[in-house]
């Protein structure tokens, strides 16, 4: 058979925005050095992206191939169809394994073989295909290496649940914690029983794993990588945003490629445009997550009391738990959209600090551009994140949350006033302004992500 020329690589992504911003770029990357990349998501995914006209519209990977499977819920509405989470997950493994290795067939029987399945490994099960099939596999993990740390320190039985909620944690690779300062299924596991089991299975299989990759760089979580790295073939390729925000390496590379929130672009930039430098708090708590009326009301009463210019998103399915009337009555000041072109908003020299949930790509996206945050965690990584940002990095402050778990209204004001007008607040741009330099250093040709990705593509083209 005449030798390919390229190899050729699938990316499984779980179709969530904060799992496909990262593995999407990461794609973008390698097929820029020369890899051919085919984009593989749900058909319900697909359906929702392109509309019902299918693969009429032009995708929007641009020049990324893109190859559907079925998750068992094709028809309109879903995954929203399974009677439960657990459900849905066992439902996808089921018929998600059976599709992708039908997948990965065909394409070799059209003359394009697979290599490597690059996967999210909140779907462990795509490597047991990879596997069985004879092809690579790579886990993508879209948080940070101190999570996971911490997960596969509860998976492997070395840290025992429940915690001791009066005693500080210590672990391999991490710094001193505080119960709370661990994911929301650790700290709380009854919480949320099905995404605690998501979480630990993870690891299930990890040994397999011919790479391990991590959105992050190592010279960000250098203790937790050396000590990840003993275990599993761990690179860190981060942070995965688009080029022209870090090392402008390729010029059209401006944007993810894919939102599945409309944002409301014009009005933000012009909004931003007519404010002083530093001057705006930017607030954004993700694409999922969802904040109680009480939680609202008073980052509602903080962002009045800060005095400060503002700029909010609320989505659209949120936007009833706002006070009647506030929009309008606080339009001097503030504007509130339902979603926004986040990179652009962070790169805008009016936005002086970003109050943030503390997701993995808000807090990367963030220090990579150099701004400043105040910390707001509600679930899952972000209390984790929100400890490194404050006592790690030193590139933000935390909100305190009182005894009922709300950060009120004046503890907002206080840390928001304090980053864009305070002494501490000149500290932490300073520092902040250090880790983007050491961002874009790591992507730069020759950093500590770029050689990396050079490192999987070579041994890849011999795999």
Request: charged content about 25%; glycine content about 8%; overall charge negative.
């Amino acid at each position: 058979m005449e030798k390919r020329e390229k190899a050729h690589c699938l990316v499984l992504f779980y179709p969530i925005q904060g799992h496909i911003n990262p593995m999407l770029q990461f794609s973008k990357r390698l097929q820029h050095k020369g890899l051919k990349v085919t984009l593989v998501t749900t058909r319900s995914v697909h359906k929702a992206m392109h509309g019902d006209g299918g693969g009429q519209s032009p995708s929007p990977f641009s020049s990324i191939a893109l190859e559907t499977i079925s998750d068992g819920f094709d028809g309109e509405g879903g995954s929203s169809q399974a009677e439960s989470i657990q459900a849905y997950w066992d439902r996808f493994r089921e018929i998600g394994s059976q599709t992708l290795a039908e997948l990965i067939d065909k394409l070799s029987a059209s003359g394009h073989p697979a290599d490597c399945l690059v996967y999210d490994p909140i779907l462990p099960w795509a490597l047991d295909v990879a596997k069985r099939v004879g092809i690579a596999g790579a886990a993508f993990f879209t948080v940070s290496c101190a999570v996971t740390n911490i997960y596969s320190l509860v998976h492997n039985g070395l840290l025992k649940l429940p915690l001791n909620l009066d005693s500080e944690i210590l672990l391999p690779g991490l710094p001193p914690l505080q119960p709370s300062d661990t994911p929301s299924f650790i700290y709380v596991p009854e919480s949320h029983p099905a995404f605690f089991k998501l979480a630990l299975d993870q690891f299930s299989n990890l040994d397999k794993a011919d790479w391990v990759f991590y959105s992050t760089f190592y010279e960000l979580e250098q203790e937790a990588v050396d000590w990840m790295a003993k275990f599993w073939p761990l690179r860190t390729i981060g942070p995965t945003i688009p080029s022209m925000y870090l090392n402008k390496g390729h010029e059209e590379d401006k944007e993810y490629g894919l939102s599945l929130l409309k944002p409301n672009s014009d009005a933000c930039m012009k909004w931003l445009n007519a404010k002083p430098k530093g001057s705006v708090a930017y607030v954004s708590f993700g694409s999922v997550a969802k904040l109680g009326e009480e939680k609202m009301e008073e980052l509602c009463l903080g962002l009045r009391r800060s005095k400060h210019y503002f700029l909010w998103v609320v989505r659209a399915s949120e936007s009833a738990k706002l006070p009647k009337g506030f929009a309008e009555e606080t339009s001097e000041k503030g504007l509130v959209v339902s979603w926004c072109p986040q990179l652009e908003v962070l790169a805008h020299e009016a936005v002086g600090c970003f109050v943030t949930h503390c997701g993995w790509n808000s807090t990367l996206e963030a220090l990579s551009l150099g701004v400043p945050m105040v910390a707001v965690p509600q679930w899952v990584d972000q209390s984790t994140n929100a400890k490194f940002i404050m006592d790690v990095w030193k590139i933000g402050l935390k909100a305190q949350a009182d005894e009922k778990g709300i950060v009120r209204g004046e503890e907002i004001a206080h840390c928001v006033t304090e980053i864009l007008e305070g002494e501490r607040g000149k500290e932490i741009r300073k520092n902040v302004l250090k880790w983007k330099a050491l961002a874009k250093s790591a992507v730069d040709e020759g950093g500590s992500s770029d050689k990396n990705i050079d490192e999987f593509i070579a041994k890849l083209v011999q795999y």
